[in-house]
């Protein structure tokens, strides 16, 4: 198009051929104009010859981290309406709630959460959550950016210096806040704070909970950091045992696969990721079937140990929480794959690819690439990514993306993938998938187990 300035009769023509299914995106109030409308990709529902690059949404699709934030958020309601306790308030609902809290940005999140909660917040409990999430960040938080804004919502209500306060100082020698140490510093603060603020609107209302739930998050991700995952567990859920961030299911095939690396002891993955596929559709396999699928499965393994795939995670979590979320769960990727395979050279060689996320992933894109303003729905982190994969447009049509979340697979087809698989867990199965190509239910095991990652 070489005119610059056109009539909306010319604009509709442009449109028309560009793209068959186009998706509505509400913008935040300061954006004009109210709504963008993206073209979709073409779907990609022919058998694929080639892949070259795979692009991967983090939490509940890479990791089980999605629990981690669900709780946070309704800690932040909880902590809001002083209904602390499950018998009190048995928490956000699944059905109703989930779609809205998972896969957009954080700030998304919170609006929709206060929008229909903030009937139950007691101002006293607003005020004290908020200044204790404020004193945590700027004490113990690790994020500059955090800490600024933070900083910058003290300050709205006249509070300045709160990392001066000779009080609080005393309990920055601890490693860890205890529920009493917590009770004490909270209501010091109430105390000293409390008259500074009036009355709340629902702008403040959502910039206080974005920094509570931050702020929960947070103190359990540096929990997690020092080990103390066992004691979180417990608290949060009840089981010790419980591993906080895992990968999720099929994942510790999927990525050296797909990167390559599977040039030996095939037998010890197919076996491992078909345990990983669900009872009720491994029984469905008759022996024949088994078979002719390890086959394929080698096949795959043969293909990309020739043709390795570029590789990239795509978040709307902010970078502080990618590096801890990928650095605990390749942990546990190695330690399963340590465990899976017999000594070799070969097993060296594999498990130096995910002795750290950087060695294995080619790019990592999170919030923090995006100054945490238009995350998906939006394409603008999938087009990132492809960017720094460096493929260009006429490959994308090359490249497979996967999401747990309706804002996710959208942001995929926006940015031009045609291929893009919806791979739901327990938590986001109510989401709305018109946007993926495939739906697979059963995860990354049904990706490769069913769909023979959609080669022929
Ligand atoms: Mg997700």
Request: hydrophobic letters at 40%; aromatic letters at 14%; a positive charge.
């Amino acid at each position: 198009m070489s005119k610059k300035f056109i009539s909306k009769n010319e604009a509709k023509k442009l449109i028309a051929d560009l793209s068959d299914e186009f998706v509505v995106i509400n913008n935040p109030l300061y954006i004009y104009p109210d709504y963008e409308i993206y073209p979709l990709a073409k779907k990609v529902l022919k058998p694929v010859k080639h892949l070259s690059a795979a692009v991967m949404d983090m939490d509940g699709t890479t990791t089980t981290t999605e629990l981690l934030c669900i709780h946070s958020l309704e800690f932040m309601i909880r902590t809001f309406s002083n209904r602390i306790s499950k018998s009190s308030w048995r928490g956000l609902d699944e059905k109703s709630d989930y779609p809205n809290i998972i896969g957009n940005s954080t700030t998304k999140h919170v609006e929709y959460l206060i929008k229909k909660y903030q009937k139950y917040f007691r101002k006293t409990d607003v005020i004290e959550a908020f200044l204790f999430a404020a004193f945590w960040t700027l004490f113990f938080g690790k994020d500059a950016q955090r800490k600024q804004e933070v900083s910058a919502n003290l300050k709205q209500f006249n509070i300045i210096n709160l990392t001066g306060d000779s009080y609080l100082i005393k309990f920055k020698q601890n490693l860890f806040l205890d529920e009493e140490d917590k009770a004490q510093i909270r209501k010091y603060l109430y105390d000293k704070f409390n008259k500074n603020f009036s009355s709340f609107t629902f702008n403040d209302y959502i910039r206080l909970g974005i920094d509570v739930y931050y702020q929960r998050y947070h103190e359990i991700l540096e929990r997690i950091k020092i080990g103390e995952g066992r004691f979180v567990a417990d608290e949060l859920f009840g089981d010790p045992n419980k591993h906080l961030i895992e990968a999720m299911p099929g994942m510790s095939v999927f990525l050296p696969l797909i990167k390559g690396l599977i040039t030996e002891q095939k037998d010890l993955f197919f076996n491992f990721l078909f345990e990983n596929y669900q009872n009720k559709e491994k029984e469905n396999f008759t022996l024949r079937q088994i078979e002719k699928t390890r086959n394929k499965f080698f096949d795959l393994c043969d293909y990309f140990s020739n043709s390795p795939m570029k590789t990239a995670i795509v978040t709307s979590s902010i970078f502080y929480e990618a590096d801890i979320v990928l650095r605990e769960v390749f942990k546990v990727i190695y330690s399963e794959l340590n465990h899976l395979l017999s000594d070799s050279d070969f097993k060296t060689r594999i498990l130096s690819y995910f002795k750290d996320y950087n060695s294995y992933y080619d790019s990592v894109i999170s919030a923090s690439d995006s100054s945490e303003i238009r995350l998906k729905p939006h394409r603008d982190l999938y087009s990132i990514a492809l960017y720094k994969l460096n493929i260009p447009k006429e490959k994308f049509s090359e490249v497979i993306g996967f999401e747990d979340s309706e804002s996710g697979t959208i942001a995929i087809r926006a940015a031009g993938i045609g291929l893009c698989i919806a791979v739901p867990f327990a938590q986001t199965s109510g989401h709305n998938f018109k946007a993926a190509t495939y739906i697979c239910k059963k995860g990354i095991p049904e990706v490769l187990l069913k769909h023979n990652l959609f080669f022929k």
